[in-house]
Every structure is written in structure tokens, then in C-alpha cells.
């Protein structure tokens, strides 16, 4: 009697539970939606922290915004998630940048705020903060092979230097907040989603 051998196949997993077919973490240990999160607290961070330059209304209306958006993107990477793309498991080179990145920014960070309370200008320190996250956010993109990071670290890295140069540093940061949500919702709808192939 001929041995039966079992064929091998990959059933379709349910979303998430496990892998998929693809090879696409379950959403809720999925890096990528992890690491969204921290973009979200971010921009809820600046929007929350400089609206209160603006006119009670215009606070309100911003502040309202940003958690309409965090809600959102939520909703798109959690709830009724879309595909965000091929998954490229981060290699330990990526991780070496990811820290080396952040180290960097707190450093950059440090290092400004000194300069700029030195030269009586400390005022300007939100549009240094969201020059230096957009910079940190440049390498990611490299790293990570998602483009997203570079369109955010760019938008961030303009508007931290517009801040810088016009002196209108803490409304700069509400903008950076507002922007920062919206390009991470667009990436929750997948619309930086890399093809397959």
C-alpha cells in the first residue's frame, strides 16, 4: 500500500488572529500599525500642547480635529483595517537606525533648546521640535521601506524651518499636529500601500 503523504498548503488565516497568506502580521502585533500609534500620540502631543496660542474657539475647533482624526485612523488600522502593503519584517539594521534616530532626536532637541534659550529665543522651540521629528522621521522611510516617512518627515522638516524663519512657532506645531494626523490616517486608508510584484 502507497503512503499517503500530506500535501502541504497555507489555509487563509482570519485577520487578526494570525498570518495571513501573505505574510502579514495579525493588525494588533502588526509593527506597523504599532508604530502609527506613536505618530499619533505626536500629533495629538502638539496639536494639545500649542492651541492655546490660538482664540478659544479656533483651540477648540483644532483640538476637536485632532481627536476626530486619532479616532479615525484608529478605526482604519484596528477596526476595520486595510491592507498597508507588502510586509518587509524589519531587519536589525533597521532597528540600529530606528534608535539611532531617536536617540539623535532627543539629542538635536537638547542641543537646540540650549541654543535657543542662549541666543533669548526660546520661544521658536516648537518649530524646532517639529524640524527635528521630520528628520528623524527621513532615515524610517529608508529603513522600513515605507515612502510614507518620507512625505511626513519632509512635510514636518518645511514647516519646522517656516516656523523657525517667521517666528510663528507654536501655531506651526498645531499645523504640524493636524498634518501629522491626516498624512497617518492617508496611510491608514492604505493610500501609501506599496504593490506586490
Do not use: K, N
Not at 495629538?44 to 476626530?68: C, K
Request: aromatic fraction near 8%.
Amino acid at each position: 500500500m502507497a503512503s499517503i503523504e500530506p500535501r502541504s498548503y497555507t489555509r487563509p488565516m482570519e485577520q487578526g488572529t494570525r498570518t495571513d497568506r501573505a505574510g502579514t502580521p495579525p493588525r494588533f502585533v502588526d509593527p506597523r500599525r504599532i508604530g502609527a500609534l506613536a505618530g499619533l500620540v505626536g500629533a495629538a502631543t502638539f496639536v494639545f500642547s500649542y492651541a492655546g496660542g490660538l482664540d478659544d474657539a479656533a483651540a477648540v475647533a483644532v483640538q476637536v480635529l485632532v481627536v476626530v482624526i486619532v479616532v479615525a485612523t484608529l478605526g482604519m488600522l484596528f477596526v476595520r483595517p486595510r491592507g498597508l502593503g507588502p510586509f518587509v519584517p524589519p531587519s536589525r539594521v533597521a532597528i540600529g537606525v530606528y534608535l539611532l534616530c531617536v536617540v539623535g532626536e532627543l539629542a538635536l532637541i537638547r542641543v537646540g533648546t540650549d541654543a535657543l534659550v542662549d541666543a533669548g529665543r526660546d520661544e521658536l522651540r516648537p518649530a524646532l521640535i517639529v524640524l527635528v521629528v521630520g528628520l528623524h522621521f527621513l532615515p524610517f522611510a529608508w529603513a522600513f521601506h515605507e515612502r510614507m516617512f518620507t512625505w511626513l518627515g519632509a512635510m514636518l522638516v518645511v514647516l519646522g524651518t517656516v516656523g523657525l524663519l517667521t517666528a510663528a512657532a507654536e501655531l506651526v506645531a498645531v499645523i504640524a499636529g493636524l498634518a501629522m494626523g491626516g498624512m497617518l490616517l492617508a496611510y491608514a486608508l492604505g493610500l501609501f500601500a506599496r504593490r506586490a510584484g
